[in-house]
C-alpha cells in the first residue's frame, strides 16, 4: 500500500513538474495549412460591411440599433483571432481553432448581413 501511495505521489509530481525548456515554435510540418489571404479579406470586409449596414439601419430602426451594439465587438474578435491563426509560435490545435473562430465570425457577418432586409433595412 505504502509502494503505491510513493509511486502515485512521484507520478502526480512527474506530471505537475514544469519542463524549464522555453516554448518552441511548432515545427512547420506540424502547422495547419494557413488561411488564404483572400478568405481572410474576405472575412474582414463582410464584418466591415456588416457593420457599417446594421448601425446606418439603427439610425432609422429601433430593432438594428440594439443588433448594431451587439455587433461592435465583431471587428474585434476577428482581428484578435487572425493575429491567433498567423502567429508563427501559436500551437497546431490553437491556430485550427483561431481558423474556425475566424470562419464563424465571417459566417455571423454573412448571415447578419442577408437579415436585414427582413428588419427593413437597405
Not at 512547420?28 to 494557413?34: E, L, N, V, W, Y
Not at 491563426?85 to 457577418?109: F, G, H, M, N, P
Request: glycine share 2%; aromatic share 2%.
Amino acid at each position: 500500500m505504502t509502494r503505491a501511495l510513493a509511486i502515485a505521489t512521484w507520478l502526480v509530481a512527474a506530471a505537475c513538474s514544469k519542463s524549464d525548456s522555453p516554448t518552441k515554435p511548432a515545427p512547420a510540418q506540424d502547422r495547419p495549412p494557413p488561411m488564404s489571404e483572400a478568405e481572410l479579406t474576405r472575412a474582414n470586409d463582410a464584418c466591415t460591411d456588416y457593420l457599417a449596414r446594421v448601425c446606418k439601419c439603427g439610425e432609422t430602426v429601433d430593432a438594428a440599433k440594439n443588433i448594431c451594439a451587439d455587433s461592435q465587438a465583431l471587428p474585434a474578435a476577428l482581428k484578435m483571432s487572425v493575429d491567433l491563426a498567423t502567429a508563427t509560435d501559436a500551437e497546431k490545435l490553437d491556430v485550427l481553432r483561431a481558423q474556425t473562430s475566424i470562419r464563424r465570425i465571417s459566417k455571423t457577418c454573412i448571415d447578419g448581413a442577408a437579415q436585414l432586409p427582413a428588419l427593413g433595412c437597405q
